[in-house]
């Protein structure tokens, strides 16, 4: 009987302790946070140093997460919002939802300077239509894309941030002539997916020739799976960029744990997990820190990068060319 009520005292002191640790919240994207993501390692690293309870949501696709958080608004469960990128910012901040960070961030690595005081970078890449390497003709542009007969599978704009970037790539690289271009691979494309993960999973099951992703997919084969067998295709037009962000909710219950988990984001612990699992370039490492196979990757020869106020005014009037080209 003592041991009976020494054990249900352990338990209830256990139990008071779970009760006091703090939660944090993170609303991002699916792929950051399954068992192949970066999510698992950081999870564990953040939990290491903050006394807390990091609990990662997954949300849909990067662009999905704007519109959760929209919906939801000020009674949002999230702390931070993980997994939006530079074309989605400035409707983000025009939500009013999110709190200025604070910070002065040190030791970017980014190709473009940062000045954003509400969002802070955490990777980033070039978009690019990811091939295997025995593809008899390989584009070399949109055009050439266009009058081939590639299958190619891409993302949804209004869910995802890849498919959102292909928009912004064809409409920086074209202009007024993104509705031509639209119009002429409307018949290579096989569907269009919510999100990533749907559609490389397509094509890594044969059902398309080439997938709207990064310059840097190939090198997850080639690291993880010892397969040198796929590659991103140049395009002469250059590649657009993409800029991971996070942000902290104004209304966050945690600001202090929100702050502290910006702030992790762009050291060692955080920074040097992004490369071999979400397969991006961290945004505060060096070069030389990348881990062998990044040296194989294309680098494309133009960088396309539209401001966040342009992406934002450009957004509604590309969405409309799209859908005209490929309802047609």
């Not at 950081?42 to 290491?48: G, S, V, Y």
Request: charged share 15%; with cysteine; proline share 6%.
């Amino acid at each position: 009987m003592k041991h009976t009520i020494i054990a249900t005292g352990l338990i209830a002191t256990a139990s008071m302790a779970t009760a006091d640790t703090p939660v944090l919240t993170v609303y991002t994207y699916d792929s950051f946070v399954s068992d192949w993501g970066p999510g698992p390692q950081i999870e564990t690293a953040f939990e290491a140093t903050c006394g807390c309870d990091l609990q990662f949501v997954g949300a849909g696709d990067g662009a999905a997460l704007l519109a959760r958080i929209r919906l939801e608004g000020a009674r949002s469960a999230a702390d931070v919002v993980l997994g939006l990128d530079t074309n989605l910012t400035a409707a983000a901040r025009q939500t009013g939802l999110f709190a200025p960070h604070g910070m002065d961030p040190e030791g970017l690595t980014l190709p473009v300077e940062w000045t954003d005081d509400t969002f802070l970078p955490f990777d980033w890449g070039y978009f690019a239509f990811v091939h295997r390497t025995d593809m008899a003709t390989v584009p070399t542009d949109f055009e050439s894309l266009a009058a081939s007969d590639a299958r190619i599978v891409i993302q949804d704009p209004r869910s995802s941030t890849p498919g959102l970037g292909l928009l912004m790539w064809v409409d920086a690289a074209y202009g007024d002539g993104a509705g031509a271009i639209w119009s002429g691979l409307a018949d290579n494309i096989v569907t269009v997916t919510p999100g990533w993960s749907e559609a490389y999973g397509l094509f890594l099951e044969g059902e398309a020739d080439m997938v709207l992703s990064y310059t840097t997919s190939p090198a997850y084969h080639l690291i993880a799976e010892e397969d040198d067998g796929f590659a991103a295709a140049p395009f002469d037009e250059g590649h657009y960029m993409q800029v991971e962000v996070a942000g902290m909710l104004a209304g966050s219950d945690q600001p202090d744990l929100a702050a502290a988990f910006l702030d992790f984001m762009l050291t060692e612990a955080f920074q040097t997990v992004i490369p071999t699992t979400n397969w991006m370039y961290p945004a505060a490492l060096p070069p030389s820190a990348l881990p062998d196979g990044f040296d194989t990757l294309i680098v494309p020869s133009e960088a396309l990068l539209l401001s966040p106020e342009a992406a934002a005014d450009r957004r509604d009037a590309a969405l409309a060319t799209w859908q005209s080209a490929l309802s047609q």
